[in-house]
């Protein structure tokens, strides 16, 4: 490719399954893709339970906090991953559309966020081996 492929995380709170996926492949991309989340009805703060079981793996969420999607950020993604937002999400042709369904970890403590977690790094593991072509 070109130039920096992107991705868009949206659910509807932003504070849970989007921002572990976005920090997932933040982290896993190691800034080989250019990465966004967006909820389109945002929470006030991230989860803490996915803040504390995405620290357990090395990764602070601690600073981030829920985005409103907005038109621009899909226009600007060429992947959107929608995980539960359903048709709040803005269609354009053209783009990419992966629906990732998962449970919400919205008021579950760590123990049940840590397999929607772990589903997540293997989804985003995918998703980057999709747009990045292995090194040889």
């Not at 250019?34 to 990764?59: D, F, H, L, T, W």
């Amino acid at each position: 490719m070109s130039h920096k492929p992107s991705v868009l995380f949206v659910c509807v709170h932003n504070a849970g399954r989007s921002q572990m996926a976005a920090a997932y492949l933040t982290s896993l991309s190691k800034g080989a893709i250019e990465v966004r989340s967006a909820g389109s009805q945002p929470a006030e703060k991230v989860n803490p339970a996915a803040v504390e079981a995405m620290a357990e793996v090395g990764i602070d969420m601690s600073a981030e906090i829920p985005k409103i999607l907005t038109t621009e950020a899909v226009k600007d993604s060429d992947v959107v991953v929608t995980m539960g937002c359903g048709d709040e999400c803005p269609y354009f042709p053209g783009k990419r559309y992966e629906d990732w369904v998962l449970e919400d970890p919205a008021g579950k403590g760590v123990e049940s966020v840590r397999p929607i977690r772990d589903q997540i790094k293997g989804r985003v593991e995918a998703l980057i081996a999709s747009l990045i072509p292995a090194q040889s």
